[in-house]
């Protein structure tokens, strides 16, 4: 399969760099826009498709644009915060946030969800979704990642993703699945 252009309707460059390295094959440039739209959907499928249709607007014709949201859902908070992971507290403290709405809670189960929506050239709109098992941690632990990354244990594993390393994020995060998943659908699609 020859390489696809892509544009990133996102302006968080941890993903961007996030997406390059899980998308092999792939030319992937941000898109420079102002007025993004608000992300109203019920799912991250549908925050994921209003970006990428807002993208679709400032990308090239014979460009794919990809869309993009996450979040991390715990059992204690009853699946919260969610489709508002990013916005339920001030930007960097999101994961202190996170401890303190924990606090004392011995239920520590979690799980990072994403969704990952390429629109074709033609209009096609593909996705895949990646899920990552896992508990939170009792207090942060790590350099690497960003985000949730220092409190997010993994299942089977007892460092925290910040802890693990970007390579083991490339190849086992939530993003890097959602990422190979929509790989794969593109790929199913040039080759019926």
């Given at each position: 399969m020859e390489e696809i252009t892509a544009r990133l309707a996102s302006q968080?460059?941890?993903k961007l760099a996030e997406l390059r390295a899980a998308l092999p094959g792939w030319r992937i440039e941000p898109i420079d826009a102002d007025g993004w739209p608000d992300e109203t959907g019920a799912t991250y499928e549908e925050n994921a498709l209003i970006k990428a249709r807002f993208g679709r607007s400032?990308?090239?014709?014979?460009?794919?644009?990809?869309g993009e949201?996450?979040?991390i859902e715990c059992e204690a908070?009853?699946?919260?915060?969610g489709l508002h992971s990013a916005r339920w507290a001030p930007r960097g403290d999101q994961a202190d946030a996170l401890l303190e709405r924990l606090r004392g809670e011995p239920d520590r189960r979690a799980r990072m969800v994403a969704t990952l929506v390429a629109i074709a050239p033609e209009g096609a709109e593909l996705a895949g979704r990646g899920v990552l098992e896992g508990a939170i941690a009792l207090e942060r632990r790590g350099e690497g990642g960003f985000g949730y990354d220092p409190?997010?244990?993994?299942?089977?594993?007892?460092?925290?993703?910040?802890?693990?390393?970007?390579a083991w994020k490339r190849a086992h995060s939530h993003r890097g699945?959602?990422?190979?998943?929509?790989?794969?659908?593109?790929?199913a699609r040039a080759d019926p």
């Amino acid at each position: 399969m020859e390489e696809i252009t892509a544009r990133l309707a996102s302006q968080n460059r941890n993903k961007l760099a996030e997406l390059r390295a899980a998308l092999p094959g792939w030319r992937i440039e941000p898109i420079d826009a102002d007025g993004w739209p608000d992300e109203t959907g019920a799912t991250y499928e549908e925050n994921a498709l209003i970006k990428a249709r807002f993208g679709r607007s400032h990308a090239e014709p014979g460009e794919w644009v990809l869309g993009e949201d996450s979040g991390i859902e715990c059992e204690a908070l009853g699946g919260e915060p969610g489709l508002h992971s990013a916005r339920w507290a001030p930007r960097g403290d999101q994961a202190d946030a996170l401890l303190e709405r924990l606090r004392g809670e011995p239920d520590r189960r979690a799980r990072m969800v994403a969704t990952l929506v390429a629109i074709a050239p033609e209009g096609a709109e593909l996705a895949g979704r990646g899920v990552l098992e896992g508990a939170i941690a009792l207090e942060r632990r790590g350099e690497g990642g960003f985000g949730y990354d220092p409190v997010f244990v993994p299942a089977g594993h007892e460092q925290t993703v910040a802890e693990l390393g970007d390579a083991w994020k490339r190849a086992h995060s939530h993003r890097g699945g959602a990422a190979r998943a929509l790989a794969a659908a593109v790929a199913a699609r040039a080759d019926p």
